[in-house]
């Protein structure tokens, strides 16, 4: 049985472009596209159901594809002190930062965990996005990896959204472990990943290559251990310091390297020959006043694929809005709304390895995309904050985003 969806246009994002078609008809059935073009080209069928969207804009649902929207406490505090001029290194120096989460989310329940990730996922979810990655890493030990993880895979049977969970229990060095940080990648390569990999909690495994987290000879025992067990990986690099992050993970075909400040162009040229994404997170170079871009020009001139996330967390990108990520990516890093809009739909998709059934509009992909009511696709980069009026459609039915 077919829906038709009509009396709209459409940015598909076919080819990572605007891709722009109006006046289009689009044709779902069970949860994929079966159909899309001009409207005038529509093939005559017995549509079960017809919807009329009014002269909206389509675009793909929006895809998140770095969160960290689990955890426990709060870290304002941080925020303030932040302002008053001291550091992000310093405050991790003083048993802030990673290291108060950990705390928090330790002590909280499974439960209480669910409620405020809930909560916080919900926020996004009303703003179109209908696909989230989230990580774990403010467990640091077994069975708080594994609460976390639980709580993720919670979050995609409680809420109409593609939820993947990726291992990130290489975050930081556990105040246990002080000092010892190669006795701890020594835990999570041989015990948490095992352990939770063999449990189904993870899509993917991912670390934080820097001076504050771990080093690349580190990493790359924690990217070994994930490829023994069929994992891709993903890595947090060259957000403070130049490590070569990003050609590490270029080495072991990473779905993507994040952050990237401070990334070089051979970096980029290893990104592109292994079809990495880049993802740019532009919350946190904003609330840490950072003033080293990443190297668009040189991502653009090598092809390599630029995704756009929230980076929600606690600590350094409380973003409730991938939207506004948007706005940040185009003002911050320079992207245009088209390159924007690209980053938290096709390229984001393929930053989670999903890339042939989402972030387009195109046939044989899962019908999840938003009716926007807007005059132009630019719009959604172009407003600050707000809640612009949509219909969201995943697997091609409407849900409530209330």
Known sequence: MQSLWFNCHAATMAGGRYSIIEDVALVTEGVHIAWIGPRAELPAGDYVERYDLDGAWLTPGLIDCHTHLVFGGDRSGEFEQRLEGVSYAEIAANGGGIASTVRATREASEDELL?????RARQLLREGVTTLEVKSGYGLDLASERKMLRVIRRLGEMLPLTVRATCLAAHAVPPEYAGRADAYIELVCCEILPALAAEGLVDAVDAFCEHLGFSPAQVERVFAAAQALGLPVKLHAEQLSALHGASLA????????????????????AMAEAGSVAVLLPGAFYLLRETRLPPIELLRRHGVAMAVASDLNPGTSPALSLRLMLNMACTLFRLTPEEALAGVTLHAAKALGLAASRGSLEVGKVADFV??????PAELAYWLGGDLPKRVIRHAQEIDHG
Do not use: K, T
Request: avoid cysteine; charged fraction near 35%.
């Open 250 to 269: 270029a080495r072991y075909r990473a779905l993507s390297a994040d952050h990237l400040e401070y990334m070089d162009e051979a970096d980029v040229v």
């Open 115 to 119: 409620s405020d990730a809930l909560r």
């Open 371 to 376: 009716a926007w009511d807007i005059q132009r």
